[in-house]
């Protein structure tokens, strides 16, 4: 299945079934008045959030969602049949917008979370609805009324609990899959991956959480340069920001120059994303010089969380799981206390 975050469609919900006019004709009843029964109402389209859906591929064979129309009033005060809402399934984390005015309608975040995007049309009203003592043989009914139609622009925004981020080769794709179940293309040059992963990671330490790779970011990304600005926003759902750096790779007169571009990019994309909590890992250690080049880059980062593992070997990667667990541990403490 292809990763497919944006896609284009129209929705449009049902039109109200009509009013009936009929006068009721039964053996021995005369003039037995008004009978008409009110029109069905319009199907109304639904949005659910629903993690059976990972991208929007599916809305790329079908650019038209209609939900049905309600059924028209009948005789005998009979009301028409009301329409069959028409529901689309969707990611959690797909931001619905207007695509005529841009405006956000809305973002379903939680799983399991509905939304009606298009109200079907009312039924229009029988003539025995407008029976009074001045009227008592309307043979009038409402028709009706049409049902919404939207052009609607989706985009999916990753849900994940840790986003790993770095420059194109230092093995975001070999954490993922030494991590979790995942299993993403990995080859030993740059921009193997040209699609977001999710991992579950399983530990005995917490709940499981989701792990993604964003591919893509050189510098420039922000701009359009390579492919970073087309994953960028999903760097904005992740609760955790885990910079990968290549340690065989670090250039010894700037020991931090790839750690500062990615950081770079992501702030001038957004600055709030410098905010999130963030953890930087030293990657493919067990490639012979590179115990050389991290303690360089020890002596330049200074202070703070650094974590050494080689997703190659597997080494360090339990206490690299250790680590992001006691951060996120701690981040639902603090969500808890804030709703307290």
């Known amino acids: 299945m292809k990763f497919i975050d944006e896609a284009r469609i129209i929705v449009q919900s049902g039109k109200g079934g009509a009013g009936c006019v009929s006068l009721r004709r039964e053996k021995y ?49 009979r009301a028409g049949k009301g329409g069959e809402d028409l ?3 969707l990611p959690p984390g797909t931001l ?53 139609t939207l052009n609607l622009r989706l985009e999916l925004k990753l849900l994940a609990d840790v ?31 040209l699609t977001p992963n999710l991992g579950v990671v399983q530990t005995n330490r917490r709940e499981p959480f989701i792990i993604a790779d964003i591919p893509g970011l050189i510098e420039g990304a922000h701009t359009g340069t390579g492919l970073g600005i087309r994953f960028l926003r999903h760097v904005e759902r992740t609760r955790v920001l885990l910079h990968l750096v290549d340690a065989a790779a670090i250039d010894s007169d700037h020991p931090l120059g ?46 703070g969380d650094l974590v050494e593992i080689s997703a190659a070997t597997g080494n360090g990667l339990d206490r690299l799981t250790a680590t992001l667990c006691n951060l996120l541990d ?10 307290e």
Not at 117 to 138: H, Q
Not at 167 to 180: D, H, Q, R, W
Not at 330 to 339: A, L, Y
Request: aromatic share 6%.
């Open 29 to 77: 009843i005369p003039k037995g008045g008004p009978d008409g029964g009110d029109g069905g109402r319009g199907g109304d389209v639904i949005f659910k959030a629903t993690t059976q859906k990972r991208t929007l591929y599916h809305l790329q064979f079908q650019k038209l969602y209609k939900a049905k129309n309600g059924s028209g009033g009948q005789g005998n005060n």
């Open 87 to 89: 529901i689309v399934e």
């Open 96 to 148: 619905v917008v207007d695509a005529d005015t841009g405006d956000l309608i809305k973002d379903l975040v939680d799983t399991d979370e509905v939304f009606v995007v298009a109200k079907g049309g009312r039924g229009g009203l029988g003539n025995a609805r407008f029976k009074s003592s001045t009227n008592r043989t309307p043979r009038f009914a409402q028709p009706g009324e049409p049902g919404q």
């Open 163 to 193: 986003g790993v981020v770095g420059l194109p080769n230092a093995g975001k794709s070999t954490l993922v899959a030494a991590m979790s179940s995942a299993r993403p293309k990995i080859a030993d040059y740059p921009f193997t991956t």
């Open 258 to 303: 790839d750690l500062d571009t990615v950081k770079r990019e992501l702030d001038q994309y957004s600055p709030a994303l410098s905010e999130k909590p963030q953890l930087v890992v030293l990657n493919k250690m067990d490639v012979a010089w590179a115990e050389d080049a991290a303690t360089l880059f020890r002596q330049a980062f200074g202070k």
């Open 330 to 339: 701690q981040m639902d403490e603090t969500q808890s206390e804030e709703k």
